[in-house]
């Protein structure tokens, strides 16, 4: 243990940290970090506290960092803070509990009399952790994410009724569905459409019938676990056009080297689970549960 050094937040960190979560997350189901330049515009926020991040270093090298943050006080509430558990890479994970009770000593000794933290299945241990340090369960998160392994995807469902996306003709009856399912506004429908020639999207695919779209999906490969993707804005009337609109997803995958997808619902498109309920899927459940613990 004498070997670890435990650090906060020091410029020039956050690349480092993007590299290590980078790491960590290849092993989680639904794999995300967020990029260096996003974590530079929030750790350069006014209210930002250099010791709500821990970093522990083996000699030189970052092996695993926590983040957390104190909340905004509330009338007739304990003092709360946020906590992510740990990234730890592997090997190293002995260094959990040396970046939690750093973390939580710290939050203690600025009054915080309650941590809450989400914890998800989908995000190696965290629920385990949630668990072992003595968190209570308080809610699911109003979604729900399916994974669907690509090996057990019936590519023999007939979907010759489906097409590229051509975004000169599409485009507009597209983005009415964004609106519609995802309620964005007019500049998150903008930079959508801006996004859609992104290398990342590696098929757009639409279903029609009298001129109406039915059914679509895009297959988006994980920036981090290259073998996974999101079925993104996949939208249906019926699960006929679903079933069909997978399985033409599924072709791309293994021509791409993916082996599961995640899709997922929430806001507008929890009504589609009745579609999406008929589906062979590997995992359906909230990708995220909130858990909460008194210190």
């Avoid at 000794?109 to 914890?119: D, F, L, N, P």
């Avoid at 399916?146 to 009724?161: P, S």
């Amino acid at each position: 243990m004498s070997d670890y050094i435990l650090k906060t937040y020091e410029k020039g960190y956050e690349v480092i940290q993007e590299k290590i979560g980078k790491e960590v997350a290849n092993n989680w189901i639904y794999a995300h970090q967020t990029p260096a330049e996003r974590l530079k515009e929030v750790y350069s926020q006014s209210d930002f506290e250099p010791d709500s991040r821990h970093y522990c270093f083996k000699g030189d090298n970052l092996v695993g960092f926590l983040t957390s943050k104190v909340l905004e006080e509330k009338e007739d509430e304990p003092k709360k803070a946020s906590l992510v558990f740990p990234s730890v890479l592997p090997g190293y994970e002995e260094v959990v509990d040396l970046l939690y009770e750093k973390a939580v000593d710290t939050l203690r000794s600025k009054g915080v009399e309650e941590i809450e933290t989400y914890a998800s299945a989908l995000c190696g241990n965290q629920v385990e952790l949630a668990n072992k340090y003595g968190y209570t369960f308080v809610k699911d998160l109003e979604n729900i994410v399916y994974t669907l392994k690509v090996e057990n995807i019936d590519e023999d469902v007939n979907n010759k009724n489906i097409r590229k996306f051509d975004k000169k003709k599409d485009l507009d009856a597209w983005l009415k569905l964004v609106k519609k399912y995802d309620d964005f506004n007019d500049e998150q429908l903008k930079r959508t459409a801006e996004e859609l020639d992104k290398e990342e999207y590696l098929a757009h695919f639409i279903i029609e019938d009298k001129g109406e779209i039915v059914g679509t999906t895009l297959v988006y490969r994980n920036q981090i676990k290259k073998s996974s993707a999101n079925l993104a804005h996949t939208y249906i009337t019926e699960f006929k056009y679903l079933e069909q609109l997978v399985a033409k997803a599924a072709k791309v995958a293994k021509k791409e080297g993916i082996d599961y997808f995640l899709i997922w619902l929430f806001g507008n498109r929890l009504p589609l689970k009745k579609h999406f309920s008929q589906l062979n899927t590997n995992y359906a459940q909230p990708n995220a549960a909130l858990f909460r613990k008194k210190l």
